[in-house]
């Protein structure tokens, strides 16, 4: 087994594998989803909420089992084909005409809402199915997803999920440790999402909209997932957009990636090059990210 092997911002040491074997061999055919519980409840993996991780710790097997390091049971229900995308519905209000106009004159009516309930999720998923140029995946981990409504036209979509595990101009930005950011990471949250819909031309309403949204995000996440945050980054990439809301909106560009993915081991770099921003929600951000633990 590689050294320091992690997954899911667990450290994999030998004798976590063996219990895994051993669990597999005990426990293997009632499936995976119970395999992942009951590693859950060994491990006592748990959300900020007290949940389970259990979608975090069925990734985690799964990357086992790549690496030749366990043999997972069949799987019970056949797994979504290569290339699945989510289906989503755009709802019939969200079709509409061009819109235009000032931000002053449109301020009154605009209005940034928390997805809470499934109603909210579909208009939410719709938006970002339909109009994203990354579509919509299901999320993972701990997140926040936010609308944005002028009058009762939604305009725009984002979200807000699991920092990157390691990010070399974020963490020469932040100057922390290895050790510190294992232990601080989740007091980071990443941008995966922001849309302002097609068709929308209204000056300076990306950067207000974010501006907003990290006001708001400060105390909603603690709210819904009982930890703070206190920086949060996104990834932009460099050929299609220069970033001129996120600079508006008092963001850091912090340099570019590499154009690797975490499972380029090849040193490949097939991907598009990106450039990182940060904004600290707070301004001690670097005091409790760099504290050793």
Known sequence: MDQNLVIRRRVIQPADLTLIRQLIEAEGPRGRSHLSNRLCDLWDWRQANGRYRQIACRELLRRLEARGLIQLPAPRQAARRAGYRNRTHLPAFAHAGPLSGSLAQCRSQLRLELVRDPAQRR??????GAYHYLGYQQA????LQYLVWLAERPIGALSFGPAAWQLAPRD?????????RQARLDWVVNNDRF???A??????LASAVLSATVRRLRTDWPAVHGREVVLAETFLEAER???QAYAAANWVCVGPTQGRGR????????LPIKTVWVYGLRADFRAVLCQEP
């Open 123 to 128: 208009v939410f998923a719709g938006l970002i």
């Open 140 to 143: 993972t981990g701990a997140q």
């Open 172 to 180: 020469h930005y932040i100057g922390w440790s290895a050790a510190a």
């Open 195 to 197: 849309l302002i819909v």
């Open 199 to 204: 068709g929308v031309h209204i000056p300076q």
């Open 241 to 243: 957009f220069a970033g």
């Open 263 to 270: 499972q380029d081991r090849t040193w490949a770099q097939a």
